[in-house]
C-alpha cells in the first residue's frame, strides 16, 4: 500500500490532512487517493425569432459534487485516519452505516474544505488478490438546504404585500387602459383584509369569508383584463397583460390569508360528534378549549352552534394527553 504513504514530498495534496464524513455527532476519517469534483452554471437558452444563437439566461449554479476515491486496509499507518479499530472491516462499514442516515454532513477533503453534503452514491470494489482490503468510490453532492432559514423559503406575507400589489394593479389597468369600477375598490378591501389580518381575537371566520368575497371580485376583474388586453391567458400568446399577472398574483397571496392568520395558534384535528345531541359549548367544556375559540375555528362548518347531533364533523384544537 506504497501509494498511501505520507510523503512531504509528494505535493501539495500529500501534505493535506486525509478525509473526513462528520453527521450529526459521528464522524469517520477516510484516506483520499484521487478527488473529482463537478459544477457549472444552469443555463437556459431563449431563442428568438429570425435570429441566430440564443439569449442566455443564468438561473444560478449548480451544486457541486465531489467524487472521491478511498481504500480501507488495515495496513494504513497515516495519523489522521488511526483508529482503535482495524479500517477493513469496522472503519468502512461504520462509514457505510452514517450514509444510510441519509442526513446532510460536512465533508472534509484535502484542497477543498469543509463542504455541506450528502452522500449521492457508493461503489465497493474487493478482490481476491487484495485481501482486507476494500477501494471505495464515493460521489457526495452539496447541499445547501441547511443554510437556508424556513423564513427564508416562505413566501411573502399577505399582511405585508395585498395593498402595495393593490396599489400596484390599479396603476397597472390604469398604464394599460384597461379599468373596471371594481378596480377602484381594490386597495379599500385590501385594506380591510389586512385589518383582520392583524386584529386580534375572532377574525379566522371573518378573514374566510372576506377572501372568497375578493377572490370571485378578483376572477370577474381577470377575465375583463383579459377581454379588454385581447390576452388569452396567462400561458398564452399574446402575453398576458401586467394588470391579469397582478391580479393572478393578487388572488394567489389571498389565498394565504386564512393559512397565515392561523398560523400562531395550536394545530388543529377533526372531531366526530359521539353523543345524539350536543353543542359546542358542551364540548369545549368536555375538551377544556375555549369556547369563543372553536365557534370561530368553525364558524363556516357549523349553522348552529347550540345544535350538533352525532356523526357532524368539527375542527377542535389538538392537546397534550
Known sequence: MAELDSDPEAGI???????????????????V?????????????QARVN?????LDSTGTKPRSFTVQTVFNNSIAEPDVSSNLPMYPRVLLLLLRLFQSQETGTLTLPTVGEVRCRLQDY????RFEER???????????????????????PPSVTATVVRLAEQTQFSAQKDGIWDPSLGTLRERMNELETLMRAPGRSVADVSTIVRAHRRAIESLVATAREESGATGIFGEPRASHTERQLVTLSDREAQAETERTASRPRTKAYVVDVERTSLYEIAARLRQDVTELMDLNAARVADPFD????EVIRVYETAA
Open 308 to 311: 350538533l347531533t352525532r356523526g
Open 132 to 154: 482486507d482490503t476494500a477501494r471505495v468510490t464515493l460521489v457526495f453532492v452539496e447541499d445547501n438546504e441547511d443554510s437556508l432559514s424556513r423564513a427564508a423559503l416562505a
Open 33 to 45: 487517493l484521487a478527488i473529482s469534483e463537478q459544477g457549472g452554471n444552469r443555463i437556459v437558452p
Open 51 to 55: 435570429r441566430p444563437g440564443a439569449k
Open 13 to 31: 495534496f500529500g501534505q493535506y490532512p486525509a478525509g473526513k464524513f462528520r453527521a450529526g455527532a459521528s464522524a469517520v476519517s477516510f484516506p
Open 123 to 126: 461503489t465497493r470494489d474487493e
